[in-house]
T-cell receptor, first 112, second 114 residues
Framework: GQSLEQPSEVTAVEGAIVQINCTYQ??????LSWYQQHDGGAPTFLSY????GLEETGRFSSFLSRSDSYGYLLLQELQMKDSASYFC?????????????FGKGTKLSVKP | EPEVTQTPSHQVTQMGQEVILRCVPI?????FYWYRQILGQKVEFLVS????????KSEIFDDQFSVERPDGSNFTLKIRSTKLEDSAMYFC????????????FGDGTRLSIL
């Protein structure tokens, strides 16, 4: 079967750094994506890792280790607006094109 | 910035009725998807669509569901004979190609079955 594991909740203060981990077990793995979702909103793409290593986009970075089936999202200089759910998602090639298999999400609460 | 648009934002339907959820993907995108998110749960893949045919579908996407691209811009999800458990947020997404291209999501249609 396919599964992704990530913490259900994380709390941090403004200005801090937080790391959200994700471990996965899937077939046909192609890459790991991260999406942000505010309450009632649409998932918004944050980053994608196909190869091992760190990808940096502004305050957000994402890391992948294919050998460990593990990745993380690093959020720096936290702001109140970062309070949201963060989903890791595996790009899965079960057939002729990729679809996203999502984790259950990590609810991040940023406090003043 | 171009975006995926979905209509309606909220649909309330009696159990057993048919519903059609509409999506306009980003114009130069070639791959289209439907996902479902039951309240408080994770986003679940339903179906992907390319070149006017279904590419992949999940076990959720049974005979009750169908998709169509009736013209050059719209992409629809039809649910026949709706059930209470179909109540969820339905997201449409599109991407310019498969592989490492990010999927862009619409704001979703909240479907409530009474």
């Amino acid at each position: 079967g396919q599964s992704l594991e990530q913490p259900s909740e994380v709390t941090a203060v403004e200005g801090a750094i937080v790391q959200i981990n994700c471990t996965y077990q899937t077939s046909g793995f192609y890459g790991l994506s991260w999406y942000q979702q505010h309450d009632g909103g649409a998932p918004t793409f944050l980053s994608y890792n196909a190869l091992d290593g760190l990808e940096e986009t502004g305050r957000f970075s994402s890391f992948l280790s294919r050998s460990d089936s593990y990745g993380y999202l690093l959020l720096q200089e936290l702001q109140m607006k970062d309070s949201a759910s963060y989903f890791c998602a595996v790009m899965n090639y079960g057939g002729s094109q990729g679809n996203l298999i999502f984790g259950k999400g990590t609810k991040l609460s940023v406090k003043p | 910035e171009p975006e995926v648009t979905q209509t309606p934002s909220h649909q309330v339907t009696q159990m057993g009725q048919e519903v059609i959820l509409r999506c306009v993907p980003i114009s130069n995108h070639l791959y289209f998807y439907w996902y479902r998110q039951i309240l408080g749960q994770k986003v679940e893949f339903l179906v992907s669509f390319y070149n006017n045919e279904i590419s992949e579908k999940s076990e959720i996407f049974d005979d009750q569901f169908s998709v169509e691209r009736p013209d050059g811009s719209n992409f629809t999800l039809k649910i026949r004979s709706t059930k209470l458990e179909d109540s969820a947020m339905y997201f449409c997404a599109s991407s310019p190609s498969a592989g490492n291209q990010p999927q862009h999501f619409g704001d979703g249609t909240r479907l409530s079955i009474l």
